[in-house]
């Protein structure tokens, strides 16, 4: 337990001192969502109508832009060697690697996400529950990009492929998502049901993902 | 006192990229032993030392750890430096060595002989970004004091380093023999420690 | 299945199959469009534009089919270590991914007349479009890896995730949209389609289905003689290197 509180802690306390990734991410995400409406038009009942839809994609997308550093750095320097022959599992290191990434990536774009919101005249009262579902659905995301993330290690156009690779495993996430932020607008369907199946998809990402990038992990570094 | 091991490879073999790099490779080492591999580039030097660290599968044969219970797992028992340092340069010496520490299983104490073993105690505070090669290469090292494991792999661990920093390795490697544990070191160049047992790789070119 | 293992082997039971499956796949393929467009009676509602269904609804099976199967290979790749397991996912995600192109395609000519467009996001189509998705990021991930072994296994991988992903977005996208025609063969209370229309159905879903195993075969064969080369090269390089030496 402590060797996973030690790695936590590690992690973060890198991605906070080499906060470029962090910064880059969320202003990924300012900027998708601000060229959105020079594309779409400033109708605000258009842009209303949209706005969790496409907050949540461009959050997908911002997100797996810092996929890739899950374990790329590790597994540049060689710590990721020495990581494997430590007493905590290699699944347990994946997992502590994608909650740091979740903390330092996806909660930050999640909070952000309101805030954005105002961009594209996302109404108030969605508000808590475009938050809520995020922050709900993000777990899942940083869980199912460490899969991503470990399978394309070392490859050249990693990113890219990583975004290919991963896209389509989130389409349960952003449909249920995007039920839930929208419930609130769209009128009297809960936004209970959407926004319970997104938890499950991320305890489910949470327990099994990590089995599967330590598989992956193990593979690459033979 | 550290509970001490042997370790003993019986015809190993060695694959990658469907290759054989080798093959029918054995050697046993008692408590207190230290094995030396050398051999020319791509003889599967690296390769050997991963196969015991548990990185790399086993094509052929088998390691077997004496003395040991079934719950030891041998990868967890060996410090592996292998080429790259595994060093982070956001971190500070201390930090970086704080971590593997704990990670490892180290104490408290362990950390601060470590700095001192291999001459970094002044850096301790220093960005490791900052350090030189030769810096960052002791810092490595160093990680094999700060949690205490029988089975040391060392890859190349002379590389960078200066005839004194060669000589806080030799140390550090005879103390670690001395108080029972093994070390399988590759190299190309001669080092002062006693090694009980030689193994030179490459000498024929598998079919 | 053991017996399988060996490659030459196998050589040798597909060079002897592949001619069989052909002239068995072109003439069910054959007798099931003569059925499909002849023989078969147009839909009371949708007209003549119901033959393509009998393209579209096969190619989607297989598929389907397609995925399965290279998520079983996978299990062969990591769990039984089958030596030829990797082999026949790599060489069936392409055939998998074409057809379900062209059930993606049949479906869109299909929708054309029905819908008005080209394409609906409906819960099945959608669902298809996502399983090619997957199948793209399988053949992505086999062309990014260039050692054989890790491309493999990281394939196999990626192949058991997506195969535990796909109920999850199925049932995500029909929770989503719900315009497509329900499934009309397999339903309780059997089937709803007539029967005339399900014999060609059947017909073709056969014929499909050997095609498939005949391309499957033909890429297998391909794939073995391929990395017999490469091992030859391989060696020849080792060799030279050696007399350099």
């Not at chain 1, 290699?90 to 690697?97: D, G, H, I, R, T």
């Not at chain 3, 040798?12 to 023989?39: D, T």
Request: with cysteine.
């Amino acid at each position: 337990m402590r060797e996973a509180l030690a790695l936590l802690a590690r992690d973060l306390k890198l991605a906070w001192r080499e906060g470029g990734a962090i910064g880059v991410a969320l202003g990924f995400y300012l900027v998708v969502i601000a060229i959105t409406p020079l594309g779409l038009g400033p109708d605000l009942n258009l842009l209303a109508r949209i706005a969790p839809g496409m907050l949540w994609v461009a959050l997908l997308l911002a997100a797996l832009l810092s996929a890739g550093r899950l374990f790329e750095n590790d597994y540049e320097d060689g710590s990721l060697d020495v990581l494997t022959t430590g007493a905590l599992p290699l699944a347990a290191v994946a997992a502590v690697k994608c909650l740091a990434h979740w903390l330092t990536t996806g909660v930050p774009l999640a909070l952000l996400a309101p805030v954005l919101g105002l961009l594209l005249n996302l109404p108030l009262e969605a508000m808590p529950w475009l938050v809520l579902s995020m922050l709900a659905g993000t777990p899942a995301v940083s869980f199912v990009a460490g899969i991503g993330a470990s399978l394309t290690l070392g490859l050249r156009r990693s990113g890219l492929l990583l975004a290919l690779l991963v896209l389509p495993l989130y389409v349960p996430v952003l449909i249920f998502g995007v039920a839930a932020a929208s419930a609130a607008i769209t009128g009297p369907a809960s936004p209970w049901p959407p926004f319970l199946m997104l938890c499950a998809l991320s305890l489910a990402a949470i327990v099994l993902a990590p089995i599967a990038a330590a598989a992956a992990l193990r593979t690459a570094l033979r | 006192m550290q509970q001490t091991f042997g370790l003993a490879a019986h015809k190993l073999g060695c694959q990658r990229g469907g290759r054989t790099i080798f093959r029918d490779l054995s050697f046993e080492l008692a408590p207190g032993q230290a094995l030396l591999v050398s051999g020319p580039n791509g003889a599967g030097k690296t390769s050997l030392l991963r196969q015991i660290a548990g990185l790399l599968p086993l094509a052929a044969g088998e390691l077997h750890l004496e003395g040991a219970s079934p719950d030891h797992a041998l990868p967890e028992l060996c410090h592996y430096v292998g080429h790259l340092n595994a060093v982070k340069p956001s971190l500070s010496v201390g930090e970086n060595l704080q971590f593997w520490s704990t990670f490892l299983g180290g104490a408290g104490a362990d950390v601060r002989n470590a700095l001192a073993a291999f001459g970094l105690a002044p850096l301790a505070d220093l960005h490791a970004g900052l350090l030189s090669a030769g810096q960052k290469r002791r810092l490595a090292l160093s990680r094999l004091v700060a949690a205490p494991r029988p089975i040391w792999l060392l890859d190349e661990p002379q590389t960078s380093l200066d005839a004194a920093s060669l000589e806080l390795l030799d140390a550090a490697i005879g103390a670690h023999l001395a108080s029972g544990g093994i070390a399988v070191v590759a190299s190309h160049t001669p080092l002062k420690s006693k090694f009980a047992h030689k193994l030179a790789l490459g000498k024929e070119r598998v079919r | 299945m053991i017996s399988l293992a060996n490659p030459t082997r196998f050589l040798e039971l597909a060079a002897r199959a592949i001619p069989w499956l052909a002239v068995a796949a072109l003439l069910l393929i054959g007798i099931g469009l003569y059925l499909a467009f002849f023989v078969a009676p147009p839909d009371y509602q949708q007209g003549e534009t119901v033959r393509i269904m009998f393209v579209h609804v096969p190619s989607a099976w297989l598929a389907m089919f397609g995925y399965v199967l290279i998520a079983i290979a996978a299990l062969g790749t990591l769990i039984w270590r089958h030596p030829l397991a990797d082999v026949a996912a790599k060489a069936a995600a392409p055939i998998g991914a074409t057809f379900c192109f062209v059930a993606l395609v049949t479906g869109s000519l299909w929708g054309k007349p029905m819908w008005g467009t080209y394409w609906v996001w409906d819960a099945r189509l959608t669902s298809m479009l996502v399983l090619f998705l997957l199948y793209l990021g399988l053949i992505a991930l086999w062309q990014a890896i260039e050692e054989p072994g890790r491309a493999g296994r990281a394939a196999a991988i990626l192949a058991l995730v997506g195969v535990v992903n796909i109920p999850i977005i199925k049932f995500s996208v029909d929770w989503w949209n719900t315009l497509h025609q329900p499934a009309s063969i397999i339903r309780p209370g059997g089937p709803s389609i007539d029967p005339s229309m399900l014999a060609p159905l059947f017909v073709m879903a056969v014929g499909f289905t050997l095609l498939f195993v005949l391309l499957h075969l033909i890429a297998m064969r391909a794939e073995i003689l391929r990395r017999r080369v490469r091992a030859m090269q391989q060696r020849q390089i080792e060799h030279a290197a050696l007399v350099e030496a």
